[in-house]
Structures are given as structure tokens and as C-alpha cells.
């Protein structure tokens, strides 16, 4: 894929590309800001966070439209902005940048796509925030948060370097790990955010292996440096000659060890566990973090260094390069990899989505599952094809998550579909842009953005050239979801009220973000339509137009029709088991009544988390004892054993001290007493006494000198 | 020419004579004042010491025995005055100057 990228790398940055920087520091210095303002400030901290956005969005918006008209001019545009952070006293042998690590970042199609939809959706989560958390007292904390969520991961996405991408990926984990625990005081919450954190940190761990390996391999962690970045054709040379184990070339290592990170960040499938779990945070977060934008960061991350990833690839002749831009990449060891994991966890988690009753958690599989449709996307079809379902996939489960959290606000907190029913008519606006969201997430053709994106990935799956088993895997997913997406709709908004107190539409600071939203959930799929492949065009610094003829590829049209088919099955299926008629809470779910067996399974989660529990935290726990048992006897023992060897050598030291020291020195204290009691005796205190003896000492004195001078 | 008239060992007796009775004097009363004046005339036997020796002495003509006498009487009136000083206090402290009963320093 990489010889149809036309970039020219500009020398002079332009001033938008040099102003880059301020999109993330926007919004961290509103965070820095609101951290020190009081918890009264409610509406200072929300009016800071907006605006600052708000600029972000704007420059944004210019960054992304000075891109487009490079486009438009048939410059592709990628500007970067480098400087040295720190130099290192090592010298590896590569033209530059040996021996200093630089940071920086860079302008161009995948940034700037990036940089507009995370502002967008942000920007209208926060507005949505302000009705939905109008009744917490940590308002301040919460924009505080929120702000710095933001501004990290608008630096992930504006980052040139690995290094600064991997700073602002782990401020991002940490907001994410803050909001998740926002409401500290329910222990399900600080539960899920420590799993949540160390989950991915287990990712992270191999992310920055591969980012030392990197490092060492090239000598720079810029992506692009006007040639002589990590990711460039002549770094990926010498990346490519490097052999790693098992067969791999470097290249291949150590995009499989940033795959990692990426897999745990987006919950891909051995890291899924702690998204669901995630849903404990406010829903405001679980739609900007844990749906639109931090999750999608893994997607991000593979598509930022998609050349490392596709390095040594056998290309394809240029004839199989169609019309429409789609064609079956060479792969490589590391794509297949990330192919394998994204199919497997889209059915995986699509599945588990079924059985589920929480409102928040059926979207939170969802959403991994619609990762992992990412990711394969990736996999086998290209950055373009990838980054447009994450696009998509960004506005219409955002607009979802802010449904369902219209839904909970509506319903006083209550998250269990059973108990819900019915609000078609109590939030018609909610469940007018709920429906919407629900058609771009199952792929209702034509209408919806979800149908355009998702058939690209089928597509791309279609021609995949190693092997058909995916395709009928995400098939599988797409019918699932829809089916999921069905029961869900049905048990919320259809049949009758099952709750306790009535549901309320919700303030129109909520539902406002939920329009605009719903309308790019429809609009977007026009510029990835296969006639007019805007997106993908522009991704790859390709030209494009408009021709129908992008759909009488051979074979997209039947595509086209058994994906809708497998939709409308999906939908009718779901309908068929839950239109009308949702059960009561109390009642099996129908699904119960008809395979109990295969609901059991997928009600408990495929016991993903219980096989952790048993292996990986059993093994922990395991350990932890054992340290602690090495603690007690072994160093402890040590420690006690020298404590009571200095012990004994205080009692020496001490008996010594009593008796030889001071017995001696009260000895002579004795002695010099008995001795001052002898001489005061002399001391009568009669001073005629005293001149007596000095008398007799003279005559004595005198009587001696006048007998020795006789002699 | 007087030493020629008076032999030294006559001046040297009767400063003996003096001193001792100043000593019999100091050690025998029991009165303060009178110790002092015991005191006083064994001072001043020495005194009568030491212009008798200068007198004989090889070098009659350099004064120094008597500026001698003269340091030592000085010293001896500053010592009496201290010494009056002393008795008067410890009059005023023990209404006595029987020195018999002032023994509070003994050890």
C-alpha cells in the first residue's frame, strides 16, 4: 500500500503546522487552570474547558481544511515540526537524530481527520456533561479531568514521535483511570479503574519494549523526519534486514509488541476485560474515553505506524489497485496477527453483547467488538479503510452512549434494561437519535455511515488474501450486532414501563449534542461511499471523483446486498424474540427459555474474567503469598537473627558498662571520699589552729637550716 | 657609724623578740582584733628585718631595703584595713569576734 502514497515532504512547515501544539496545550492548561480553582467554581472550571476546546476545535478545523486544500492543489501535505528534547550519550549509526531523542509533531491527513473528530466529540460530550453531571458535587474535578483526557489525547494524535505518542497514550490511561474512578466512594468503581489501569498497563509494557527496540534499531523515535524518520522507507530497510526470533524480521517484532499496547488499550481480545468494567465511570466519560476516542487511540496507534506494520510486504500489481481504492494489500506476519485478533474479537465480545442486561455494558461489548472490526479492518485492508470505521464508529457510539446515559438520567440512575420499557413515548428525542445510532452501529444500508465503513472492512476482508475465515467471522459479527443492538432497543424503548418511577426526557443541554451528533451518524457515510471514496482518497494523498461506477466492482454489489441481508436478519431475528413483549425482570430472558445452555455462557461473559481470576490473579495471589511467606521466614528471619546478635552484643556491652566501668569508677569515687574525710578532719575551722602549725612548721624548718649549716 | 655603735644581732634579737611576741600574741588570744595585732607586730619584726640587714648589708647606699620597708608597711596597712574589714563583718554576721566560734568553714 505504501507506493500509492504520494507525500512530498515540505521543508518549511506552515504556520498552522507550527501552531500544532497548541490543540492539545489548550485544553491541559484549562486542566492545570481548573486544578487549582475551588470546588464552587462550577461554572468557571466548564466555561474554561469549553472554550479551550472550543479553540482547539477551531484550529483544528484549520489544520484539517489547510490540509485538504494542499490535497486539492495535488500536494499531499505531511509538515512536521521536530525539535531535540534530551541528548543521549549513545551513538547509533543512522544518518540523524543518533544520539538525541527528538519529539514533535506532524501535520497530515490522518492527524488532522484525527484532530477535528476527537475535538468535535469532545467538545459535545463536554457540553453534554454539563446537564448530566448538574447534580455532582466534584463538578470541578470532573472538567478538570476531562479537559486533560482531552488535551492527552489530542497530543497522541498530533504526536511525530513514538516517544511523545507514548507520553501522551499513558496521560491518557491515567484520566482514564481517574474518571473511571470519579465516584471513588462505590468500591465497583475504584475496583474497575485499578483493572482497568493495569490491564492496560500490561499492554503498555510491551508498547515500550517495542518502542526501546525501536530506538535501538533506528536511533529515532520521530515518525517522520523528511526521510530520515523511524517509519520511512530507509529506516524500514534496515528494519527489515534485522532478524528477530521465530522468523520475524524486527519490523515485524516490534510492531507486534506496539500491537500489544494498542490490543490493551483497545480492548482487544486477551485485554478486553476492563472495558466493560469501565462502565462504572460517569456515562459522559464512558462515551468520550471508553466508546469515541481513548479506545479508538489503539486503532490510531496501528494506523500511525501502519508502514512499520506493513513493511516487507509483498506488493501486488498495480492492476489489482482498482477504481475505488480497494485493493487486497500484501500482508505481513504483524498484519495478519492484528487481522486474526480483531475478527476473533468482534465475534467474541458481539456474542457476549447478547446476553447482557446493563444498558451501558451491551454497548461496551459493542464497542469491542466494533474495535476489533477496526483493527481487522486495519488488518487487511489499509489505514483508510480502518480509520474510517473509527471515525464513524466514533460519532454514532459516542451518540449511543449519550442515549443511554439520557436514558439513565431519564430513569434515575436505573441501567438495567428490564427495568426500563416503553420510553419511545416518555424521551421521543432520545429515542428518535438512540434509533439512528442503533441503524450506523448495525449497518442499515445506504442510509446510515455504519453500512459504509463496515462494508469496507468487508470488503477489504473479502479480498483478503490469506484466508476467507475472517470474512464469515465478521459476517457473523454483523448479524450479531444487529441482533444485540435489536433486543436492546426493544427492552428500552418498546413495550411497557417496568420501572418504578416515571422516566423524564431529558434537558435539551443533553439532547442537542445527541442531534448533531445522530446527523453526522448519517451524514458521514457519504465520503466512503464506494462511488465517491473521499476519505480514503485523502488518507492516501490520492486523487478523487465521483463515478458510479465504483459500485459495479465485481462482486461489491453482491456484498452490498448479503451484508443488508445478514442486517435485516440480524434485526428481524431480534424483533421476532423481543419486539412487543420484553419480559419482566423477574422472568428468564427469552433467549434463557430457548438456549439455556449457550445463555449461561454468554450471561457469565464467557468466563473470560473467571479464567483470569483462576489463572492470572490465582497465580498472583499465589506469588504474593509466597513473597510473603520468603518475607517472614526467610528475610525476616535473617533480620531477627542480626537483631538479636546486636542485641546480645548490647547486653555484653552493657554488663561491661555496669561492672567494670562504673563499679571502677565508684571505686575510686569511694576511695577519694574516704580520703577528703581524713584531711577535713584537719580543717577545724579554728584559724589559731592552723597558724600553730604553721608556727611549729617554721621553727621546725628554721631549727633544720641552722643544724645543717652547723654541720 | 650607728651600726658601728649597735651590732646587727642586736637589731636581729630584737626583731626576733617582736615576732615572737606577735606570734605568741596571734595564737594565744581568742579576740580577732588582737590575733591581728599579733599580726601586725610580726610584720613589722620583719620589717626591722629587713632595714637591719640592708643596713649591714654589702650595699648600704642603694635604699633598697628601706623602699623595701616602706612597700611592706604600705602592704601591711592595706592588709589591716582588709583585715579590720573582715572582723567588722563577721562581727556584724556572728555577734561575735571570738575565733573559736566562727568554725562554719570547717570541712
Request: hydrophobic letters at 55%; a positive charge; one cysteine or more.
Amino acid at each position: 500500500m505504501q507506493d500509492a502514497v504520494l507525500f512530498t515532504p515540505q521543508l518549511k512547515a506552515s504556520p498552522i503546522a507550527e501552531i500544532l501544539w497548541l490543540i492539545p496545550a489548550l485544553p491541559v492548561a484549562a486542566a492545570a487552570v481548573t486544578a487549582l480553582l475551588g470546588r464552587s467554581r462550577r461554572k468557571t472550571s466548564a466555561t474554561l474547558a469549553m472554550v479551550s476546546l472550543s479553540f482547539s476545535l477551531l484550529l483544528s478545523l484549520l489544520a484539517f481544511a489547510h490540509v485538504v486544500s494542499g490535497w486539492a492543489h495535488g500536494a499531499a501535505v505531511r509538515e512536521t515540526v521536530n525539535f531535540t528534547w534530551m541528548q543521549v550519550g549513545m551513538q547509533v549509526g543512522t544518518q540523524s537524530g543518533a544520539g538525541s531523542v527528538d519529539l514533535g509533531w506532524v501535520l497530515d491527513p490522518l492527524s488532522a481527520v484525527m484532530l477535528v473528530m476527537v475535538s468535535f466529540v469532545s467538545l459535545l460530550i463536554f457540553i453534554y456533561s454539563i446537564g448530566y453531571m448538574a447534580h455532582e458535587g466534584n463538578f470541578t474535578r470532573f472538567f478538570c479531568f476531562l479537559s486533560l483526557f482531552a488535551g492527552a489525547m489530542l497530543g497522541v494524535v498530533a504526536a511525530n514521535s513514538l516517544l511523545l505518542l507514548f507520553i501522551c497514550w499513558e496521560l491518557v490511561g491515567l484520566t482514564s483511570y481517574l474518571l473511571i474512578g470519579f465516584w471513588y466512594e462505590r468500591p465497583a468503581a475504584v475496583a474497575a479503574a485499578k483493572k482497568a489501569f493495569l490491564t492496560t498497563r500490561m499492554g503498555d509494557v510491551f508498547f515500550l519494549l517495542g518502542i526501546v527496540w525501536l530506538f535501538a534499531q533506528t536511533g529515532t523515535l520521530l515518525f517522520y523526519n523528511h526521510g530520515a524518520g523511524s517509519i520511512e522507507p530507509t529506516a524500514l530497510a534496515g528494519l527489515l534486514a534485522a532478524p528477530a526470533a521465530l522468523g520475524l524480521t524486527a519490523a515485524g517484532a516490534i510492531g507486534l509488541l506496539i500491537f500489544c499496547g494498542a490490543a490493551g488499550k483497545s480492548g482487544q481480545f486477551p485485554l478486553h476485560v476492563w472495558l466493560p468494567d469501565a462502565m462504572e465511570g460517569p456515562t459522559p466519560v464512558s462515551a468520550l474515553i471508553h466508546a469515541a476516542t481513548m479506545v479508538a487511540a489503539g486503532v490510531f496507534l496501528i494506523a500511525r505506524v501502519y508502514p512499520l506494520m506493513a513493511a516487507g510486504a509483498p506488493l501486488l500489481a498495480t492492476g489489482v489497485l482498482t477504481q475505488a481504492g480497494r485493493l487486497a494489500a500484501g500482508t505481513t506476519t504483524a498484519l495478519t496477527v492484528v487481522t486474526w485478533v480483531g475478527a476473533f474479537t468482534a465475534v467474541f465480545a458481539a456474542l457476549i453483547a447478547v446476553a447482557q442486561n446493563d444498558i451501558k455494558r451491551i454497548l461496551a461489548y459493542s464497542t469491542i467488538s466494533q474495535l476489533g472490526y477496526m483493527m481487522a479492518g486495519l488488518g487487511m485492508g489499509g489505514v483508510a479503510v480502518g480509520l474510517f470505521h473509527l471515525i464513524t464508529h466514533a460519532f454514532f457510539k459516542a451518540l449511543l452512549f449519550m442515549g443511554a446515559g439520557s436514558v439513565i438520567h431519564g430513569c434515575h440512575g436505573e441501567q438495567d434494561v428490564r427495568r426500563m420499557g416503553g420510553l419511545r413515548s416518555d424521551m421521543p428525542l432520545t429515542f428518535l437519535t438512540y434509533a439512528i445510532g442503533m441503524l450506523a452501529l448495525c449497518g442499515f444500508p445506504l442510509l446510515f455511515s455504519g453500512f459504509w465503513s463496515k462494508d469496507g472492512i468487508l470488503e477489504a476482508a473479502r479480498h483478503w488474501s490469506v484466508a476467507r475465515t475472517p470474512f464469515y467471522m465478521l459476517v457473523l459479527g454483523v448479524l450479531l450486532t444487529a441482533f444485540y443492538m435489536t433486543r436492546q432497543v426493544a427492552y428500552v424503548f418498546f413495550g411497557y414501563w417496568r420501572g418504578s418511577k416515571s422516566a423524564q426526557e431529558s434537558p435539551a443541554v443533553m439532547t442537542a449534542p445527541l442531534g448533531i451528533l445522530a446527523f453526522f451518524a448519517m451524514a458521514l457515510g457519504l465520503i466512503g461511499t464506494p462511488a465517491w471514496p473521499w476519505f480514503r482518497a485523502f488518507l492516501d494523498g490520492r486523487a478523487v471523483g465521483f463515478m458510479w461506477r465504483g459500485f459495479m466492482e465485481p462482486g461489491l454489489l453482491t456484498l452490498m446486498a448479503v451484508s443488508a441481508a445478514v442486517v435485516f436478519l440480524g434485526l428481524g431475528l431480534g424483533w421476532r424474540f423481543y419486539g412487543g413483549q420484553a419480559p419482566r425482570p423477574e422472568e428468564p430472558d427469552i433467549l434463557e427459555k430457548t438456549v439455556p445452555w449457550a445463555w449461561a455462557g454468554l450471561r457469565g461473559r464467557l468466563y473470560v474474567d473467571e479464567f483470569y481470576g483462576v489463572t492470572v490473579v490465582a497465580f498472583y495471589r499465589w506469588w504474593a503469598r509466597a513473597a510473603d511467606w520468603l518475607d517472614r521466614r526467610l528475610w525476616g528471619g535473617v533480620v531477627a537473627g542480626v537483631a538479636s546478635l546486636f542485641g546480645r552484643w548490647a547486653g555484653l556491652s552493657r554488663f561491661l558498662d555496669t561492672n567494670v566501668v562504673d563499679g571502677g569508677f565508684d571505686k575510686g569515687c569511694e576511695e577519694l571520699g574516704v580520703g577528703g574525710g581524713l584531711l577535713a578532719r584537719v580543717q577545724t575551722g579554728r584559724v589559731q589552729t592552723y597558724l600553730r602549725i604553721l608556727a611549729g612548721a617554721v621553727a621546725a624548718l628554721a631549727a633544720i637550716l641552722i643544724w645543717s649549716s652547723r654541720s | 657609724m650607728i651600726g658601728q655603735i649597735t651590732p646587727l644581732i642586736g637589731y636581729l634579737l630584737v626583731a626576733a623578740l617582736v615576732f615572737s611576741i606577735g606570734l605568741a600574741g596571734a595564737l594565744t588570744r581568742r579576740n580577732a582584733i588582737l590575733v591581728l595585732i599579733g599580726i601586725e607586730l610580726m610584720l613589722n619584726a620583719a620589717n626591722l628585718n629587713l632595714i637591719a640587714l640592708w643596713r649591714y648589708g654589702p650595699h648600704p647606699e642603694l635604699l633598697t631595703g628601706m623602699i623595701f620597708a616602706i612597700f611592706s608597711i604600705a602592704v601591711a596597712a592595706a592588709e589591716a584595713a582588709v583585715g579590720l574589714g573582715l572582723v567588722i563583718q563577721v562581727h556584724r554576721h556572728a555577734r561575735t569576734t571570738d575565733l573559736d566560734a566562727i568554725n562554719r568553714m570547717k570541712g
